[in-house]
């Protein structure tokens, strides 16, 4: 049976993030006896390779030589800064900030690094002369004010601080961040009624954001009862049940114990500032900006028991697994995030290719909890992406398990069982799952479209099923892998011309898809465009395909689809089986 494609969206398999390597390296560049313009031009040329590939190391090595060659050319200290500061070369970044600032002297990020050297040095006005100096926007001037209202508070000016931040003007956005740290800065200074209104304001403007919740309740755990402060903690839950430091406050908080300040220094309050807006920024989009303000953070406060998961976090992002391992691997063993940090060690140590490692990581948490729910998801995921199936069915098993009452969020549980049962064999055991996900979530188009392609690949419930994928590609009009299976589905029913119109669309989407240029190959054969099928074919075997359907692809290159073997067209008189 042909297997339904998946939307891309959802694909599981973590994949190796591969890292592209010039030929030559630089210091056979830099040791080349002539032509030094050429030395340049290629470093150069290298450096913005390696940057746009996101390979920091090689440009900050590439950008190193070209500094040794061209010293004093602003373009190239101004990218070496950058690389190395991405990379968290901080003391290296200092000194380029420093030459920066000589030949460039409102550079913003070198300004805002500077301040935050300074900060850590609690040279405070040296930080402000910084920030002054610096370019503004809208990030730009938000980063400065709260930094400057930090240093205030770091020399004694608790109500400087507070001013200064009141009286910046900008976007609706500015207002959470306002009240969160003008009531962090009055907490830390001692002000305990001005701080408990700024960071109740903040709770309403942001109810959603985990700092904002802890402060306050923080605040309150110190100030009013631990019955408030538990009461604050649960309304946040109901946003994000079950997180690991809440679970932890609640347990402290339950046995009488008082919350500290969520910060109590200028460079803890600065740090936070970096954290904050550089944790946004890399979920927004801003991944450049975010990797500046999030090593800034993690350099200025090492402890900060969020920065470092953020920075770690946008690695993955990146597809740089191995940076990501190395951050969670500093979270420490007593901390309440350090669970979480080793779920997604082992995440990215499979995204490595050390799927084993991975595995024994996952199943020794397992064994330390049995009923660690994101642990053994972690691990249904992985042993699904590397094809093993009948082992993902029966981890997916055990998640389910521990859901009392499954609801909506639970769908994709049920789907990924239903996926792996299908795979391995267990068509009804599959088809159950995959109505309980449809039940539990009737709109979700990967499920209407597995459910429905298997059905009509099957010869059952052909018009419900032909229904369904029609349905999700409705929901989904852009998704290439469910017009394929709409596309496809035409095509097993011998729909062929149907089948040449949704799979040029699918191609269209995803050129660059193996197996959908396979298919479009195969329906342009029925409907006689055989040098069209041809090329398409061409195309798909030049898109590495899987082993298997290269074999297959060659041979229909060679001597026309008939020469594999082909599923005979799904006919409508077999509509009467049962299964559905």
Same mark, same amino acid.
């Given at each position: 049976?042909?297997?339904?494609?998946?939307?891309?969206?959802?694909?599981?398999?973590?994949?190796?993030?591969?890292?592209?390597?010039?030929?030559?390296?630089?210091?056979?560049?830099?040791?080349?006896?002539?032509?030094?313009?050429?030395?340049?031009?290629?470093?150069?040329?290298?450096?913005?390779?390696?940057?746009?590939?996101?390979?920091?190391?090689?440009?900050?090595?590439?950008?190193?030589?070209?500094?040794?060659?061209?010293?004093?050319?602003?373009?190239?200290?101004?990218?070496?800064?950058?690389?190395?500061?991405?990379?968290?070369?901080?003391?290296?970044?200092?000194?380029?900030?420093?030459?920066?600032?000589?030949?460039?002297?409102?550079?913003?990020?070198?300004?805002?690094?500077?301040?935050?050297?300074?900060?850590?040095?609690?040279?405070?006005?040296?930080?402000?002369?910084?920030?002054?100096?610096?370019?503004?926007?809208?990030?730009?001037?938000?980063?400065?004010?709260?930094?400057?209202?930090?240093?205030?508070?770091?020399?004694?000016?608790?109500?400087?601080?507070?001013?200064?931040?009141?009286?910046?003007?900008?976007?609706?956005?500015?207002?959470?961040?306002?009240?969160?740290?003008?009531?962090?800065?009055?907490?830390?200074?001692?002000?305990?009624?001005?701080?408990?209104?700024?960071?109740?304001?903040?709770?309403?403007?942001?109810?959603?954001?985990?700092?904002?919740?802890?402060?306050?309740?923080?605040?309150?755990?110190?100030?009013?009862?631990?019955?408030?402060?538990?009461?604050?903690?649960?309304?946040?839950?109901?946003?994000?049940?079950?997180?690991?430091?809440?679970?932890?406050?609640?347990?402290?908080?339950?046995?009488?114990?008082?919350?500290?300040?969520?910060?109590?220094?200028?460079?803890?309050?600065?740090?936070?500032?970096?954290?904050?807006?550089?944790?946004?920024?890399?979920?927004?989009?801003?991944?450049?900006?975010?990797?500046?303000?999030?090593?800034?953070?993690?350099?200025?406060?090492?402890?900060?028991?969020?920065?470092?998961?953020?920075?770690?976090?946008?690695?993955?992002?990146?597809?740089?697994?191995?940076?990501?391992?190395?951050?969670?691997?500093?979270?420490?063993?007593?901390?309440?995030?350090?669970?979480?940090?080793?779920?997604?060690?082992?995440?990215?140590?499979?995204?490595?290719?050390?799927?084993?490692?991975?595995?024994?990581?996952?199943?020794?948490?397992?064994?330390?909890?049995?009923?660690?729910?994101?642990?053994?998801?972690?691990?249904?995921?992985?042993?699904?992406?590397?094809?093993?199936?009948?082992?993902?069915?029966?981890?997916?098993?055990?998640?389910?398990?521990?859901?009392?009452?499954?609801?909506?969020?639970?769908?994709?549980?049920?789907?990924?069982?239903?996926?792996?049962?299908?795979?391995?064999?267990?068509?009804?055991? @599959?088809?159950?799952? #995959?109505?309980? =996900?449809? $039940? /539990?979530? +009737?709109?979700? !188009?990967?499920?209407?479209?597995? %459910? &429905?392609?298997?059905?009509?690949?099957?010869?059952?419930?052909?018009?419900?099923?032909?229904?369904?994928?029609?349905?999700?590609?409705?929901?989904?009009?852009?998704?290439?892998?469910?017009?394929?299976?709409?596309?496809?589905?035409?095509?097993?029913?011998?729909?062929?011309?149907? @089948?040449?119109?949704? #799979?040029?669309? =699918?191609? $269209? /989407?995803? +050129?660059?898809? !193996?197996?959908?240029?396979?298919? %479009? &190959?195969?329906?342009?054969?029925?409907?006689?465009?055989?040098?069209?099928?041809?090329?398409?074919?061409?195309?798909?075997?030049?898109?590495?395909?899987?082993?298997?359907?290269?074999?297959?692809?060659?041979?229909?290159?060679?001597?026309?689809?008939?020469?594999?073997?082909?599923? @005979?067209?799904?006919?409508?008189?077999?509509?009467?089986?049962?299964?559905?």
């Amino acid at each position: 049976m042909k297997i339904p494609r998946l939307s891309s969206s959802v694909a599981l398999a973590a994949g190796l993030a591969a890292v592209l390597h010039l030929a030559l390296p630089v210091t056979a560049r830099a040791e080349a006896p002539t032509d030094t313009d050429l030395t340049i031009s290629g470093s150069y040329l290298a450096a913005r390779f390696a940057s746009a590939e996101r390979d920091s190391d090689a440009a900050v090595t590439y950008l190193r030589n070209l500094l040794r060659l061209d010293p004093r050319n602003a373009e190239v200290i101004e990218r070496a800064f950058f690389a190395t500061l991405v990379d968290g070369q901080m003391d290296e970044a200092m000194k380029l900030a420093d030459r920066l600032v000589k030949v460039d002297r409102t550079n913003r990020i070198a300004r805002l690094a500077l301040a935050v050297k300074a900060i850590k040095k609690s040279q405070y006005q040296t930080a402000r002369t910084n920030l002054s100096l610096s370019v503004r926007g809208p990030i730009g001037d938000l980063t400065a004010t709260l930094l400057a209202a930090w240093t205030f508070y770091g020399s004694g000016n608790t109500k400087g601080a507070v001013e200064l931040i009141d009286r910046l003007q900008g976007p609706d956005w500015y207002a959470p961040l306002k009240a969160l740290h003008t009531g962090l800065i009055l907490d830390a200074a001692g002000n305990k009624k001005e701080a408990g209104k700024r960071l109740a304001e903040a709770v309403k403007l942001d109810p959603g954001s985990l700092r904002t919740a802890d402060a306050y309740a923080r605040w309150l755990s110190r100030n009013e009862n631990d019955a408030a402060a538990i009461a604050a903690l649960s309304e946040f839950e109901k946003a994000m049940p079950n997180h690991p430091l809440v679970a932890a406050e609640m347990k402290e908080l339950k046995a009488g114990k008082a919350l500290p300040p969520l910060v109590t220094t200028a460079q803890e309050g600065s740090a936070e500032v970096l954290y904050g807006l550089g944790a946004t920024l890399g979920r927004q989009g801003g991944e450049d900006l975010a990797l500046v303000y999030l090593q800034l953070a993690t350099w200025l406060d090492p402890e900060h028991p969020f920065a470092s998961l953020a920075l770690a976090d946008l690695y993955e992002q990146l597809k740089q697994p191995q940076k990501a391992i190395a951050l969670y691997e500093t979270v420490p063993a007593g901390s309440p995030l350090r669970r979480n940090a080793e779920v997604q060690l082992a995440i990215n140590l499979d995204a490595i290719d050390k799927p084993d490692e991975a595995r024994k990581h996952l199943e020794d948490i397992i064994a330390a909890d049995p009923k660690d729910l994101e642990a053994i998801v972690a691990l249904g995921r992985i042993q699904q992406s590397r094809k093993m199936f009948a082992e993902c069915a029966a981890t997916y098993g055990k998640a389910i398990d521990l859901i009392t009452t499954p609801g909506k969020g639970n769908w994709a549980l049920f789907y990924f069982r239903g996926i792996c049962n299908e795979r391995s064999k267990n068509w009804p055991a @599959a088809e159950a799952d #995959l109505k309980k =996900a449809l $039940e /539990l979530n +009737p709109d979700q !188009p990967q499920v209407l479209n597995y %459910l &429905g392609y298997s059905w009509v690949d099957q010869g059952i419930n052909l018009d419900q099923g032909l229904d369904m994928i029609r349905k999700a590609v409705s929901l989904r009009p852009d998704d290439g892998p469910i017009v394929d299976s709409l596309g496809w589905a035409y095509y097993r029913l011998g729909r062929y011309d149907e @089948a040449v119109n949704e #799979l040029e669309r =699918a191609v $269209e /989407l995803m +050129p660059q898809d !193996p197996v959908i240029n396979d298919h %479009l &190959g195969d329906a342009y054969w029925k409907v006689g465009r055989r040098l069209e099928a041809g090329f398409q074919w061409a195309h798909a075997r030049d898109l590495k395909p899987a082993p298997e359907d290269l074999a297959k692809i060659v041979k229909k290159i060679d001597n026309g689809l008939d020469a594999v073997d082909q599923p @005979a067209p799904v006919r409508k008189a077999e509509d009467d089986k049962k299964g559905g």
